[in-house]
Antibody, heavy 122, light 106 residues
Framework: EVQLLESGGGLVQPGGSLRLSCAAS????????MSWVRQAPGKGLEWVST????????YYADSVKGRFTVSRDNAKNTVHLQMNSLRAEDTAVYYC???????????????WGQGTLVTVSS | IQLTQSPSSLSASVGDRVTITCRAS??????LAWYQQKPGKAPKLLIY???TLQSGVPSRFSGSGSGTDFTLTISSLQPEDFATYYC?????????FGGGTKVEIK
């Protein structure tokens, strides 16, 4: 069974940093891209970032480009999201999701982890 | 690419046929997925490739469309289908989502 488990969320002050992790199991991790999607309280879904299976390709939403960095450790079946210069508008539940390819095209996000809450507030 | 879902919410009864539409601001071929999300839970994939039902998803769910106009149909609404539904385009980065459609009990 494919499982994704996020961790690392919490309360952080504006301007601060946080590192999220997503531990994966049940599939050949390095052959799949991984993505992060967030959902602000009471709002819809927003794609944040995608990383290719090798880690050589990374993609970001404009809203986080230059502040967030996605990486992966294929030896540990884990993907990370380093979040710097955090703002109040980054407050959200952050989900990781499995995706076959980093490239755009016929693909989908499945499954999703249970999410981890990030709250940016003073 | 912007995705516009309609309606943003609807009230329906068990057994009703429900249709949700998703319109893309430019053509996205069939690179569209639909997800279901229940309160406090992660989204769940229902349909990919605009019309391919994900394994394990009940056959009362169906998707259609290509280019810019897409629909998600629930042929006979069941109690467990009350949730929020999102479309997502995977034609090009950024992988945008529609604003969601909340299906409530009438």
């Amino acid at each position: 069974e494919v499982q994704l488990l996020e961790s690392g969320g919490g309360l952080v002050q504006p301007g601060g940093s946080l590192r999220l992790s997503c531990a994966a199991s049940g599939f050949t991790f390095f052959t799949y891209a991984m993505s992060w999607v967030r959902q602000a309280p009471g709002k819809g879904l927003e794609w944040v970032s995608t990383i290719s299976g090798s880690g050589g390709g990374t993609y970001y939403a404009d809203s986080v480009k230059g502040r967030f960095t996605v990486s992966r450790d294929n030896a540990k079946n884990t993907v990370h999201l380093q979040m710097n210069s955090l703002r109040a508008e980054d407050t959200a539940v952050y989900y990781c999701a499995k995706k076959k390819w980093a490239a755009a095209g016929q693909d989908w996000f499945d499954p999703w982890g249970q999410g981890t809450l990030v709250t940016v507030s003073s | 690419i912007q995705l516009t879902q309609s309606p943003s919410s609807l009230s329906a009864s068990v057994g009703d046929r429900v249709t949700i539409t998703c319109r893309a601001s430019q053509g996205i071929s069939s690179y569209l997925a639909w997800y279901q999300q229940k309160p406090g839970k992660a989204p769940k994939l229902l349909i990919y490739g605009a019309s391919t039902l994900q394994s394990g998803v009940p056959s009362r769910f169906s998707g259609s469309g290509s280019g810019t106009d897409f629909t998600l149909t629930i042929s006979s609404l069941q109690p467990e289908d009350f949730a929020t539904y999102y479309c997502q385009q995977l034609n090009s980065y950024p992988f945008t989502f529609g604003g969601g459609t909340k299906v409530e009990i009438k």
